[in-house]
């Protein structure tokens, strides 16, 4: 199994630019999750879904949408981008909400 | 709203120490709690997981204990490597309106162990 897959693994954008990071998983796993990693912040939950057609709102879901059309795949789109989005976002998936989550590698995106 | 605290921010200590790192969470109603490790520029990987049933878990050198009482979660790390040198986060999984919701992390401890 590749696990959990992001792609791109680093990406600079201009102000106002929109852009998707790519999330898949290999595991069949109901459970998917968007975070963003800022120094001294931890890490923080965008979106998440508990399966295919069904999506929620985390902790900051402000400025991103997601969509979760089959159970591998889990976008997550930067509508116009903003210097304050500039992180490394971590894609993760579990096999429900009460098990071990496992990690992508991550993408770090630069906002200019 | 859970909140979830990691103290100390960074840790160094010489090969071959016994170490413990802790966490606390304000919210006694926790579904379950990890340990998770992170190298530097990369993703993480889950260590333990302790559901709230259970006091403690093992992995070879490491154990997890919990107490949700007290709102404390303690990472003990034996015979401490160089290799073990990296950011451990907690992360505590909230129980809300009868289920379980999605993780919520603390800063990390920044762990370096010296040959």
């Known amino acids: 199994n590749a696990g959990v897959t992001q792609t791109p693994k680093f990406q600079v954008l201009k102000t106002g630019q929109s852009m998707t990071l790519q999330c898949a998983q290999d595991?069949?796993?109901?459970?998917m999750s968007w975070y963003r990693q800022d120094p001294g912040m931890g890490l923080r939950l965008i979106h998440y879904?508990?399966?295919?057609?069904?999506?929620d709102q985390g902790e900051v879901p402000n400025g991103y949408n997601v969509s979760r059309s089959t159970t591998e795949d889990f976008p997550l789109r930067l509508l116009s981008a903003a210097p304050s989005q500039t992180s490394v976002y971590f894609c993760a998936s579990q096999r429900w909400a009460g098990e071990t989550q496992y990690f992508g590698p991550g993408t770090r995106l630069l906002v200019l | 709203k859970q909140e979830v605290t990691q103290i100390p921010a960074a840790l160094s200590v010489p090969e071959g120490e016994n170490l413990v790192l802790n966490c606390s969470f304000t919210?006694?109603?926790?579904?379950?709690l990890q340990w998770f490790r992170q190298d530097p520029g990369k993703g993480l990987t889950s260590l333990l997981l302790?559901?709230?049933?259970?006091r403690e878990q093992t992995s070879g050198r490491l154990n997890a204990s919990l107490d949700k009482s007290s709102g404390r979660s303690t990472l003990y790390i034996a015979a401490s490597q160089p290799g073990d040198s990296a950011t451990y986060l907690c992360a505590g999984v909230l129980i809300s309106s009868g289920s379980a919701r999605q993780l919520t992390f603390g800063s990390g401890t920044q762990l370096t162990v010296l040959p």
């Open positions: 919210d006694s109603a926790i579904y379950n």
């Open positions: 302790i559901q709230s049933s259970q």
């Open positions: 595991m069949n796993h109901e459970y």
């Open positions: 879904s508990v399966g295919a057609g069904i999506t």
